[in-house]
């Protein structure tokens, strides 16, 4: 693989990012594969907030990963920030080949530059492999997490 960089997505990445959202186990049955209304005011708001970032991987100008980080200001551990990594997609031709432990190794160092002291994310308790992941990056699973679909 060429050379890959990471950078602010633009609204012409849309279509390529809502792809590797839908080229997923889990991705396939809530997530669409064309840009719609509902994609379009997503990207707009993200674009426009100051601490969102969505992220994407660029090799040679061909998107191959993308992440959203979000840093939440909070009164928890003294006033501390942390950053929050959501929406990791490696495309799936290229898993298991580094990519995703670079795309992560970078969002952590964003957020040791920026002053974070956390760095947090959310998996589905059926994607064992990603658990090893990011186990092996050093996250422990500290925490019980919950949601409530609305």
């Given amino acids: 693989m060429t050379e890959v960089i990471f950078r602010e997505a633009v609204r012409a990445d849309l279509p390529a990012i809502i792809a590797l959202l839908a080229d997923d186990v889990l991705g396939k049955a809530r997530d669409f594969t064309e840009v719609d209304d509902a994609y379009e005011k997503a990207f707009a708001d993200i674009d426009a907030d100051p601490r969102n ?8 100008g061909e998107l191959v990963g993308c992440m959203q980080i979000t840093y939440i200001p909070g009164l928890g551990r003294h006033g501390a920030e942390r950053s929050l990594i959501e929406s990791v997609r490696v495309r799936s031709d290229l898993r298991g080949q580094g990519l995703g432990r670079q795309m ?10 920026r002053g974070c002291a956390l760095v947090q994310l959310t998996t589905d308790k059926t994607r064992a492999e990603a658990h090893r992941f990011y186990l092996g990056l050093g996250f422990e699973a500290s925490h019980e997490g919950m949601k409530l679909a609305l």
């Fill in 53 to 60: 970032h969505l992220i994407v991987a660029d090799a040679g």
């Fill in 104 to 113: 992560m190794t970078w969002a952590i160092d964003r957020a040791r530059e």
